[in-house]
């Protein structure tokens, strides 16, 4: 997102290798339909591409800031799929998560043990102080009765 207070708002959706055309819109509820069509050029029946999709948005009411959306942490392909695919989505977070200028958002089910999460792994092997690395726990009215504690720790 870039702050230009001497322009109205545009948005830009492209893969970040070029492969297609950019698909732009200058109204904000367009915003998710130009993400959707780019994502399923590129995902096509895969289910999963390595290539970013790149949202550029320009607006005099947005704070000048990158955000990276990255894939869930998948633990097996399922029908269908890559048999490397867990692999591929490890990798690219990752690659995301190493640089130094990037703040980590781990989001976690409060229903999981928040010790084995492995988002919150990779976080703390490229940011053992966290330092950049913010935790959100999600689903936290469905902990366990008396598990409660451990959560708030």
């Known amino acids: 997102m870039k702050c230009d207070p001497n322009k109205p708002f545009s948005c830009k959706v492209y893969p970040a290798n070029e492969s297609a055309e950019p698909i732009q819109t200058d109204e904000p509820a367009g915003v998710g339909g130009c993400i959707k069509a780019v994502a399923d050029l590129l995902i ?24 990276i959306d ?20 490890k990798k690219m977070i990752k690659s995301f998560i190493a640089d130094d200028n990037t703040i980590i958002l781990v989001v976690v089910n409060g229903c999981n043990d928040l ?28 902990v366990d009765k008396g598990a409660e504690s451990e959560v708030q720790k």
């Open 44 to 67: 096509g029946d895969t289910g999963f591409s390595d290539v970013s999709v790149i949202v550029e948005l320009v607006s005099p009411n947005v704070p000048d800031l990158t955000l």
């Open 70 to 89: 990255l894939p869930g942490i998948a633990r097996i392909s399922t029908e269908g799929q890559a048999a490397d695919l867990p692999l591929k989505i």
């Open 115 to 142: 010790a084995t999460t492995e988002g919150l792994k990779f976080a703390q092997e490229v940011d053992p102080k966290g330092i950049r690395t913010v935790g959100v726990i999600t689903k936290i009215d469905l």
